[in-house]
């Protein structure tokens, strides 16, 4: 798929994931400025006319409704939707920011107020998607994205489309499930049955709420071996107030457990001190923010006795963003810095230590041979520091490096350096800038840089990279 256009416009430039009955990818649109989005590819399980039928039926609708819930800032956008080869294609909106799985993870526990915040970022898209009379079916860590931009959670990878890849059907002419839609761990049993509901969407957000505070993944949850009911209490300190609206979340029985999202956020609200709310709502409290030890007393909200303490340390809060914000640009400047120094080392020892490992290890095999490995040398040794800053196919940069030896040497051999070097910096610029042009704006000085830098491209490249990739096209890697 790597490079495919789909629908004309779609080019797929990086993949996401993988399930039973989809792909993810990350895409560039062509004809909006090679912006990033999302490519869900939906494979029917069958391909006779009347599953087919059936698939785009449900396709059409589902994608109606993502459209409708696309409407709340924590859900992403639906920006177009087609069938291609018996494919179904949805394009959303790209989220620059990180699973929560990376957050909770086995053994790190989170105090209360972060379990309450989490809660209530959750809950917000959710209590709209239940609105609207859809179930998620699917929530779970990986499914929820902490937006950079904000802090936001953001709620992607409805099951409700997921049913397209699981029925068929039958001889009859009768619809069948095939599979069973959410994971182990943040599904209940009713859901595990076919029979999902609102709460079942309640339960799965408990769960995470209860991991959060214990450290603990959703299996290694204790269970009363009577009336299956979670026992976690036991493992934390925490308020009565916030255990009680937990274990109703997580309820065996779906009955009785809060039956829509607005319910929960309701109860959450008369948790917390309102003065704390606020101030939790202008920092939000996920890791690794700040690390200064009195913001941290401030994040992690002791209890009341030091109350007092903490909200003068609330207080302090503008002056030591503005603090962190001064600071920034000097920590931004040794950062480039470093990766200056580092992509100059590389060509140093890619274009001299790979022309005297090439001409003196290979010079046997032939003039040829020992060209294409100085090409390699090159184009391994700036990959491995450029894929750090930004994400790309590795064999891209390293194919029209070496071409950009190769090609020279085919031409004018090794006895006419000056052309040599000519034309490997037009063709090392103009090949690499077509990697590039996809990261970065202003691509087009890379050629230029290539074409006039000659022998000296690494020292002058450099320079011209660090402002290239001062303001990426979105945000490749952290």
Same mark, same amino acid.
């Given at each position: 798929? @790597?490079?495919?256009?789909?629908?004309?416009?779609?080019?797929?430039?990086?993949?996401?994931?993988?399930?039973?009955?989809?792909?993810?990818?990350?895409?560039?649109?062509? /004809?909006?400025?090679?912006?990033?989005?999302?490519?869900?590819?939906?494979?029917?399980?069958?391909?006779?006319?009347?599953?087919?039928? @059936?698939?785009?039926?449900?396709?059409?609708?589902?994608?109606?409704?993502?459209?409708?819930?696309?409407?709340?800032?924590?859900?992403?956008?639906?920006?177009?939707?087609?069938?291609?080869?018996?494919?179904?294609?949805?394009?959303?909106?790209?989220?620059?920011?990180?699973?929560?799985?990376?957050?909770?993870?086995?053994?790190?526990?989170?105090?209360?107020?972060?379990?309450?915040?989490?809660?209530?970022?959750?809950?917000?898209?959710?209590?709209?998607?239940?609105?609207?009379?859809?179930?998620?079916?699917?929530?779970?860590?990986?499914?929820?994205?902490?937006?950079?931009?904000?802090?936001?959670?953001?709620?992607?990878?409805?099951?409700?489309?997921?049913?397209?890849?699981?029925?068929?059907?039958?001889? *009859?002419? *009768?619809?069948?499930?095939?599979?069973?839609?959410?994971?182990?761990?943040?599904?209940?049993?009713?859901?595990?049955?076919?029979?999902?509901?609102?709460?079942?969407?309640?339960?799965?957000?408990?769960?995470?709420?209860?991991?959060?505070?214990?450290?603990? #993944?959703?299996?290694?949850?204790?269970?009363?071996?009577?009336?299956?009911? #979670?026992?976690?209490?036991?493992?934390?300190?925490?308020?009565?107030?916030?255990?009680?609206?937990?274990?109703?979340?997580?309820?065996?029985?779906?009955?009785?457990?809060?039956?829509?999202?607005?319910?929960?956020?309701?109860?959450?609200?008369?948790?917390?001190?309102?003065? +704390?709310?606020?101030?939790?709502?202008?920092?939000?409290?996920?890791?690794?923010? &700040?690390?200064?030890?009195?913001?941290?007393?401030?994040?992690?909200?002791?209890?009341?006795?030091?109350?007092?303490?903490?909200?003068?340390?609330?207080?302090?809060?503008?002056?030591?963003?503005?603090?962190?914000?001064?600071?920034?640009?000097?920590?931004?400047?040794?950062?480039?810095? %470093?990766?200056?120094?580092?992509?100059?080392?590389?060509?140093?020892?890619?274009?001299?230590?790979?022309?005297?490992?090439?001409?003196?290890?290979?010079?046997?095999?032939?003039?040829?041979?020992?060209?294409?490995?100085?090409?390699?040398?090159?184009? +391994?040794?700036?990959?491995?520091? @450029?894929?750090?800053?930004?994400?790309?196919?590795?064999?891209?940069?390293?194919?029209?490096?070496?071409?950009?030896?190769?090609?020279?040497?085919?031409? &004018?051999?090794?006895?006419?350096?000056?052309? &040599?070097?000519?034309?490997?910096?037009?063709?090392?610029?103009?090949?690499?800038?077509?990697?590039?042009?996809?990261?970065?704006?202003?691509? %087009?000085?890379?050629?230029?840089?290539?074409?006039?830098?000659?022998?000296?491209?690494?020292?002058?490249?450099?320079?011209?990279?660090?402002?290239?990739?001062? /303001?990426?096209?979105?945000?490749? /890697?952290?």
């Amino acid at each position: 798929m @790597l490079g495919q256009l789909l629908d004309g416009r779609y080019r797929i430039i990086q993949p996401l994931g993988s399930g039973g009955f989809s792909q993810t990818y990350i895409a560039e649109d062509t /004809k909006l400025y090679n912006t990033q989005c999302v490519v869900k590819q939906l494979q029917p399980p069958a391909t006779d006319s009347k599953t087919l039928q @059936l698939a785009r039926r449900l396709f059409d609708s589902e994608a109606q409704l993502l459209h409708k819930l696309g409407n709340h800032h924590q859900i992403p956008q639906l920006l177009a939707h087609f069938e291609e080869n018996q494919e179904f294609y949805l394009i959303q909106q790209f989220i620059a920011g990180h699973p929560l799985s990376k957050e909770l993870r086995s053994g790190k526990t989170w105090s209360e107020n972060y379990a309450i915040a989490l809660l209530q970022s959750i809950l917000q898209p959710l209590a709209f998607v239940h609105e609207n009379h859809v179930i998620h079916r699917d929530i779970k860590p990986p499914n929820l994205i902490r937006r950079y931009s904000d802090g936001e959670i953001v709620l992607i990878d409805f099951g409700a489309v997921k049913q397209i890849g699981t029925q068929v059907v039958n001889h *009859q002419g *009768q619809t069948q499930i095939t599979m069973c839609i959410g994971t182990p761990g943040y599904m209940p049993s009713e859901q595990g049955r076919g029979r999902p509901r609102f709460s079942s969407d309640i339960y799965a957000v408990g769960i995470i709420g209860i991991q959060a505070l214990t450290g603990l #993944m959703p299996d290694h949850i204790p269970e009363d071996p009577h009336s299956a009911e #979670m026992h976690w209490r036991h493992l934390v300190s925490v308020s009565p107030e916030l255990a009680d609206i937990l274990d109703k979340m997580v309820r065996y029985d779906f009955r009785e457990r809060y039956q829509s999202a607005a319910e929960v956020l309701a109860a959450l609200e008369n948790l917390v001190d309102p003065y +704390v709310l606020t101030q939790q709502s202008a920092t939000r409290t996920y890791e690794p923010i &700040f690390h200064t030890s009195n913001l941290q007393t401030c994040l992690n909200f002791p209890q009341s006795s030091v109350l007092q303490q903490c909200r003068q340390a609330v207080s302090l809060l503008p002056k030591l963003i503005y603090s962190v914000k001064e600071s920034a640009p000097v920590k931004r400047s040794q950062e480039e810095s %470093g990766f200056y120094f580092q992509w100059l080392i590389a060509n140093v020892f890619g274009y001299a230590g790979g022309f005297f490992l090439g001409f003196g290890i290979l010079a046997i095999a032939g003039n040829f041979a020992a060209v294409c490995f100085w090409g390699l040398a090159v184009g +391994v040794k700036e990959w491995f520091v @450029l894929h750090r800053k930004v994400s790309f196919p590795f064999w891209s940069w390293i194919l029209v490096t070496t071409l950009a030896f190769v090609i020279p040497f085919y031409f &004018f051999g090794l006895n006419n350096w000056q052309y &040599f070097a000519l034309l490997h910096g037009l063709i090392v610029g103009l090949g690499q800038w077509l990697v590039l042009r996809r990261l970065v704006h202003r691509s %087009g000085w890379w050629v230029l840089t290539n074409v006039l830098g000659g022998w000296f491209c690494g020292l002058i490249s450099g320079i011209v990279l660090v402002w290239l990739l001062q /303001k990426p096209k979105t945000i490749n /890697k952290r």
